[in-house]
T-cell receptor, first 117, second 111 residues
Framework: GAGVSQSPSNKVTEKGKDVELRCDPISGHTALYWYRQSLGQGLEFLIY????????KSGLPSDRFSAERTGGSVSTLTIQRTQQEDSAVYLC???????????????FGAGTRLSVL | QQPVQSPQAVILREGEDAVINCSSS?????VHWYRQKHGEAPVFLMI?????EQKGHDKISASFNEKKQQSSLYLTASQLSYSGTYFC????????????FGQGTRLTINP
């Protein structure tokens, strides 16, 4: 696709429910990243994928958070038993490769705004 | 480690200049700069590779001092459209090290 696509753009859920957030990276990009951004805050790194592998899961806030990537393309971020503190904008980005100067320029999707009531 | 940006926030009048700094505690291969406007996703501005190069983009330019492991973003004759949060992202030397973003600098340009 032309850019990184995320869905849904907005998600309102009740506390305790599970949610799935989807990210479609730019075609051909091998690296994919998930970030969380609370209102007025910076980019909190969650997890990245190189291909279908996730070498660094250190940013996931708790075991309620998980992510997978299939076919080296689409990724889903799943939050189980959502809590109010999970409310934030979840951003996905992709890059051609993980490293290598210009090859790892990250292109961001518009994000999913999650509201947990 | 996360690079440190300074200042955390700056307020300017249109036409004034600003400098945003990004410092790392480790040797760097490249520095990226991104801008995020309110309610939008971050957008890539420019990349600097080790070698101390400078880059320019309209009236926005940047420098990279690899010895000091620092980069600075210069905004001259600021325009209202420059308002937003600026993030630097740093890539370390050697190994498969992903880009790590600083905490951001919020720039407000007033008329």
């Amino acid at each position: 696709g032309a850019g990184v696509s995320q869905s849904p753009s907005n998600k309102v859920t009740e506390k305790g429910k599970d949610v799935e957030l989807r990210c479609d990276p730019i075609s051909g990009h091998t690296a994919l990243y998930w970030y969380r951004q609370s209102l007025g805050q910076g980019l909190e790194f969650l997890i990245y994928f190189q291909g279908n592998s996730a070498p660094d899961k250190s940013g996931l806030p708790s075991d309620r958070f998980s992510a997978e990537r299939t076919g080296g393309s689409v990724s889903t971020l799943t939050i189980q038993r959502t809590q109010q503190e999970d409310s934030a904008v979840y951003l996905c980005a992709s890059s051609y490769t993980l490293t290598g100067g210009a090859k790892n320029i990250q292109y961001f999707g518009a994000g999913t705004r999650l509201s947990v009531l | 480690q996360q690079p440190v940006q300074s200042p955390q926030a700056v307020i300017l009048r249109e036409g004034e200049d600003a400098v945003i700094n990004c410092s790392s505690s480790k040797a760097l291969y490249s520095v990226h700069w991104y801008r995020q406007k309110h309610g939008e996703a971050p957008v890539f501005l420019m990349i600097l590779l080790k070698g101390g190069e400078q880059k320019g983009h309209d009236k926005i330019s940047a420098s990279f001092n690899e010895k000091k492991q620092q980069s600075s973003l210069y905004l001259t004759a600021s325009q209202l459209s420059y308002s937003g949060t600026y993030f630097c992202g740093t890539e370390g030397v050697g190994g498969a090290q992903k880009l790590v973003f600083g905490q951001g600098t919020r720039l407000t340009i007033n008329p």
